[in-house]
T-cell receptor
């Protein structure tokens, strides 16, 4: 009965590989997000989708491509992984807009070798 | 880009002490949120504030939306060991489409 669930929890891979992270929410929320948390714990939004439509796209390299097949899912695909991509990636969701409290998943810890 | 100034960066306190932390911005915010993050987990919402001057409590936690709309405060009374973690403020500016911005966090440590 987890509200926002992400898989995998840990991802260790080599530079240059392509990987995907999946996120699902069972809260019935319309808006979903991806955040990146760096080693200093700074949280920065990457993308947000409202009802499958992209509404926020921060200055993120185009190697990162979000995909929302339906409003309960927001996946993140990363091409040509680089060392600087190592971080914890959090998925979150909110009721219907950016200013609503966001519920976070437990994060995906991505380590690039 | 726009950042929130959150202070202190870290705190070392004795169990039972009260804790205060704050967040300031040079811009006006419409929404202030306070989150707590435990190790290995995602941030969990503690308190949401939507109105200037609003004072809201959640158990031993109390947060206030500053009257100037440029700051917010979080107080924890009678701290206990499970209060250890990182506390983040987050705010959203006036435009409803603006993204939420997070502060850099206050790391709370409780001394044995």
């Amino acid at each position: 009965d987890t509200a926002v669930s992400q898989t995998p929890k840990y991802l260790v891979t080599q530079m240059g590989n392509d990987k995907s992270i999946k996120c699902e929410q069972n809260l019935g929320h319309d808006t979903m997000y991806w955040y990146k948390q760096d080693s200093k714990k700074f949280l920065k939004i990457m993308f947000s989708y409202n009802n499958k439509e992209l509404i926020i796209n921060e200055t993120v390299p185009n190697r990162f491509s979000p995909k929302s097949p339906d409003k309960a899912h927001l996946n993140l695909h990363i091409n040509s992984l680089e060392l600087g991509d190592s971080a914890v990636y959090f998925c979150a969701s909110s009721q219907d807009s950016v200013d609503q409290p966001q519920h976070f998943g437990d994060g995906t810890r991505l380590s690039i070798l | 880009g726009q950042q929130l100034n959150q202070s202190p960066q870290s705190m070392f306190i004795q169990e039972g002490e009260d804790v205060s932390m704050n967040c300031t911005s040079s811009s006006i915010f419409n929404t202030w949120l306070w989150y707590k993050q435990d190790p290995g987990e995602g941030p969990v919402l503690l308190i949401a504030l939507y109105k200037a001057g609003e004072l809201t409590s959640n158990g031993r936690l109390t947060a206030q939306f500053g009257i100037t709309r440029k700051d917010s405060f979080l107080n924890i009374s009678a701290s206990i060991p499970s209060d250890v973690g990182i506390y983040f403020c987050a705010g959203q500016k006036e435009n409803r489409d603006d993204k939420i911005i997070f502060g850099k966090g206050t790391r709370l440590h409780i001394l044995p």
